[in-house]
């Protein structure tokens, strides 16, 4: 799939999308990542929500990739299982 980009009133640039996923599982996939990541830690989706400042049916709906999780609750998720952000996206 290709996507254009305007730059200018007169010039495209034109980049090729190659993401390795798929977008319409995104939010699975995440939330996959988020449950393993607390499992290795030996974490509780409540502990977790605790750490994060966040409530317990959020973080269960994350992991369910029903939650279309926010760019600020990702760093708090990331800070809260001190990690890397990038980790969440390997």
């Known amino acids: 799939m290709t996507h254009s980009?305007?730059?200018?009133?007169y010039q495209a640039v034109y980049i090729q999308c190659?993401?390795?996923?798929?977008?319409?599982?995104i939010k699975t996939a995440f939330g996959d990542k988020i449950?393993?990541?607390r499992l290795?830690?030996?974490?509780?989706q409540e502990k977790l929500a605790e750490l994060a400042d966040l409530d317990r049916t959020y973080i269960s709906g994350v992991e369910r990739g029903v939650r279309n999780i926010s760019?600020?609750?990702?760093?708090?998720l990331a800070k809260a299982l001190e990690i890397d952000i990038?980790?969440?996206?390997?």
Request: hydrophobic content about 30%.
């Open 35 to 37: 449950r393993s990541i």
């Open 40 to 44: 290795s830690k030996d974490l509780s």
């Open 5 to 9: 980009l305007q730059t200018t009133k």
């Open 18 to 25: 190659t993401m390795p996923y798929d977008c319409k599982n």
């Open 71 to 76: 760019l600020v609750n990702i760093c708090q």
């Open 86 to 90: 990038k980790k969440l996206f390997d």
